[in-house]
């Protein structure tokens, strides 16, 4: 774990390298990755005390890893902040920013796996791979476990075995007193229900222990679509996601419309992925009875599927080059995002249900679970974290509200 007072003196690393303070960064004034930050003495003070107990885990404004951590680390260059500690959801300006970077150790059991929330998923499934085994996590090869876990989590078989949450034996959690409990169904239970969805709302986890299961191989497709069978696309899509079979075949996909703005092209294509060895996978005959512009079935295991996938950063980067156009381009997404829904409304086919992972910063997710469920959360929430520590302290991500 790591603790980055960035926009303050120093980063405090529980996992990095002996380093200590400079004089240069002591000042009103700093010198970050997005420009000069005025320090606050609050923050001076908070960052001085992380620096006296774990001084030589501390890194400072242009010491080695400092960059690494802020900038080169974060998918969306918006996220670019300047914190003045490093604890934090994403990132924060002047504050205190956390980096789980270095719990990145598991252990491998029968039938669960103990990680730290350091690693990615693809990390996961390199460990369990000599096992033949395989966890229910992220689709993307640097997806985090810790976010994916905490708010629900999309896999390629959520249709048997579930979200990347249910799949949580138990959570290790550092509360907002500093102490550590372990949350699981037979110790504080409460907790355990909570955080399946409770996002960062009630602690720091420092360890899953997740299910594992017998998955040795897949089969995986990509086919690629033109225009002219756009239709056919939606109807095979649509019919995937309408399937409830009592005894399901493991199997998800992403599927995706992209526009060339240079080409003026429009494509659709297919990632498919079928527990099993089923070669083409049967469970994508409705995509494959479509004429393609490029299919490839594949046997393979979910460790080397998983290492071939472009990351986040490089599927979605931002795609405006000027910070000032920001708003401007968030009030775009957000005004065709409540358009289209509301015409969905009128139609009856609209769902309230925001997953949290596709949100949009203006959105709630919380809005479309169960009130009593809501309520519950906010409940077990007042009884670990009384002080509001992870509500008014800790600002980054979906927070429940009052």
């Keep these: 774990m790591k603790l980055f007072c960035l ?19 002591t000042g009103s004034s700093i010198s970050t990755p997005s420009g000069n930050v005025q320090i606050t003495k609050n923050e001076q003070c908070a960052c001085r005390k992380l620096t006296q107990s774990f001084g030589r885990s501390v890194i400072l404004p242009g ?3 400092y960059t690494q951590q ?6 969306d260059i918006r996220a670019v902040l300047s914190p003045a500690c490093y604890p934090g959801s994403n990132n924060i300006d002047d504050g205190v920013l956390v980096a ?20 990615t998923w693809y990390d996961v499934y390199k460990a369990l ?9 992220g689709r993307l090869k640097t997806i985090g476990v810790p976010g994916l876990a905490l ?9 048997k075995y579930g979200y990347a949450m249910d799949n949580v034996v138990s959570y290790d959690v550092v509360l907002g007193n500093g102490t550590q409990v372990v949350a699981s169904n037979v110790s504080h239970p409460d907790l355990f229900w909570a955080l399946k969805g409770g996002a960062n709302n009630y602690g720091i986890v420092t360890k899953f222990t997740l299910n594992t299961f017998d998955l040795p191989q897949i089969t995986t497709s990509i086919q690629v679509f033109n225009e002219t069978y756009f239709p056919s696309f939606f109807e095979a899509m649509c019919h995937s996601a309408s399937v409830d079979e009592k005894d399901p075949i493991a199997a998800g996909m992403i599927a995706t419309v992209a526009y060339n703005a240079t080409t003026k092209v429009a494509s659709a294509s297919l990632l498919g992925v079928q527990e099993g060895v089923s070669n083409p996978p049967s469970q994508f005959a409705n995509f494959t009875k479509i004429p393609a512009t ?22 979605f980067r931002t795609g405006w080059a000027n910070a000032q156009d920001d708003l401007r381009v968030e009030a775009w997404a957000r005004q065709l995002t409540e358009h289209l829904h509301s015409i ?32 519950r959360m906010r409940d077990i929430r007042a009884a670990y974290d009384p002080k509001g520590i992870f509500s008014t302290l800790n600002w980054g991500g979906f927070k429940l509200g009052l």
């Design 7 to 25: 926009a303050g003196p120093f980063i405090w690393s529980l996992a990095s390298a002996s380093l200590s303070p400079s004089p240069s960064t």
């Design 63 to 65: 010491q080695k890893n």
């Design 70 to 75: 802020i900038v080169d680390d974060y998918w």
């Design 100 to 119: 789980l970077s270095g719990l990145d150790s598991y252990q491998v059991h029968n039938d669960t796996i103990d990680v730290g929330p350091g690693l």
């Design 129 to 137: 791979a000599p096992y033949r085994r395989a966890a229910i996590g």
């Design 151 to 159: 708010i629900g989590g999309f896999h390629y078989f959520n249709n």
């Design 294 to 315: 490029r299919r490839i079935n594949n046997v393979t295991t979910l460790s080397q599927w998983a290492e071939t996938l472009d990351s986040p950063k490089q599927m």
């Design 344 to 375: 969905n409304r009128e139609k009856g086919l609209a769902s309230e249900f925001i997953y949290m992972g596709d949100d949009g910063e203006w959105q709630d997710p919380y809005a479309g679970f169960p009130y009593e469920n809501v309520q």
